[in-house]
Antibody
Framework: EVQLVESGGGLVQPGGSLRLSCAAS????????MNWVRQAPGKGLEWVAS????????YYADSVKGRFTISRDDARNSLFLQMNSLRAEDTAVYYC???????????WGQGTLVTVSA | DIQMTQSPSSLSASVGDRVTITCRAS??????LHWYQQKPGKAPKLLIY???SLQSGVPSRFSGSGSGTDFTLTISSLQPEDFATYYC?????????FGQGTKVEVK
């Protein structure tokens, strides 16, 4: 059974940092492209970042470029999102998701809530 | 970035109704278009990929069509468990984008 479990969310002050983790089981994360997608309270889905299967290609949404870093640890079979210089508008539930085939996301974690507030 | 525009933003329907949701891309995305269903407090669920392919385990009342810039998600006979929000997403560009969502509510 494939499982993606996010952790690391919480309350952080504006300008602060947080590191999210996504632990995978049932699939080797290094074989797939992986995404972070977020959803602000009451809002729609927003793609945040992607990392390719070999880690060669990394892409970010303009809204987070220069502040967020996506990475993976194949030995721990985990995906990470380092978030720096956090803003109120980064408040959201953050999901990790696997991409396959024509880059559709077929498996998603349950999400972890990040709240940026003073 | 490629902009994805869904319509309508919300709709009211009854069990048994045929429901159609449209998604328009700001430029051609070939068939790199996927549909997700999301219920409150839950992660999105993949329904349709590559515009018209049904994801394994998804009921056949869901179908998708289109290519280029215009796409459609159809639910042939709405069931109680289908009341949810639906999103389209393009993967043609390395910068993925979602539509704003369509909420299907009880009439």
């Amino acid at each position: 059974e494939v499982q993606l479990v996010e952790s690391g969310g919480g309350l952080v002050q504006p300008g602060g940092s947080l590191r999210l983790s996504c632990a995978a089981s049932g699939i080797p994360v290094n074989d797939y492209s992986m995404n972070w997608v977020r959803q602000a309270p009451g809002k729609g889905l927003e793609w945040v970042a992607s990392i390719s299967s070999g880690g060669t290609f990394i892409y970010y949404a303009d809204s987070v470029k220069g502040r967020f870093t996506i990475s993976r640890d194949d030995a721990r079979n985990s995906l990470f999102l380092q978030m720096n210089s956090l803003r109120a508008e980064d408040t959201a539930v953050y999901y990790c998701a696997r991409e396959i085939g024509v880059s559709r996301s077929d498996y998603w974690g349950q999400g972890t809530l990040v709240t940026v507030s003073a | 970035d490629i902009q994805m525009t869904q319509s309508p933003s919300s709709l009211s329907a009854s069990v048994g109704d045929r429901v159609t949701i449209t998604c328009r891309a700001s430029q051609s995305i070939s068939s790199y278009l996927h549909w997700y269903q999301q219920k409150p407090g839950k992660a999105p669920k993949l329904l349709i990929y590559a515009a018209s392919s049904l994801q394994s385990g998804v009921p056949s009342r869901f179908s998708g069509s289109g290519s280029g810039t215009d796409f459609t998600l159809t639910i042939s006979s709405l069931q109680p468990e289908d009341f949810a929000t639906y999103y389209c997403q393009q993967s043609y560009s390395t910068l993925r984008t979602f539509g704003q969502g369509t909420k299907v509510e009880v009439k």
